[in-house]
């Protein structure tokens, strides 16, 4: 089994940075990847940001490109995501996941989640 425990998460000034982390623990997968969502109230689920374990390739939802970099630490089996330049629409609950197959950017191609970690932003 996988657990997956998101921190960092806090309340930041418009124009702030945050940084999460997502702690992976139980069975490793060196050919998985991991992923950052979003969900605001009443709004689905989005994607934010993934990246692969093994060779550390990166993608990037559309509103946070240029804004935003993940990166893992592969010793400390973590993975993190920087964001700058935070904006108020920027404000959700944010979700890191675990993917064990081929595919990113949409929730159903990852297998396991973590409990999320709350991100506001005022404006």
């Known amino acids: 089994q996988v657990q997956l425990v998101e921190s960092g998460g806090g309340l930041v000034q418009a124009g702030g940075s945050l940084r999460l982390s997502c702690a992976a623990s139980?069975?490793?997968?060196?050919?998985?990847?991991m992923g950052w969502f979003r969900q605001a109230p009443g709004k689905e689920r989005e994607f934010v940001a993934h990246?692969?374990?093994?060779?550390?390739?990166?993608y990037y939802g559309d509103s946070v490109k240029g804004r935003f970099t993940i990166s893992r630490d592969y010793a400390k089996n973590t993975v993190y995501l920087q964001m700058n330049s935070l904006k108020p629409e920027d404000t959700a609950l944010y979700y890191c996941a675990l993917n064990l197959r081929a595919g990113w950017g949409t929730p159903t191609a990852y297998d396991y989640w973590g409990q999320g970690t709350q991100v506001t932003v005022s404006s």
């Open positions: 990246i692969n374990w093994s060779d550390g390739d990166t």
């Open positions: 139980g069975r490793t997968f060196s050919r998985s990847a």
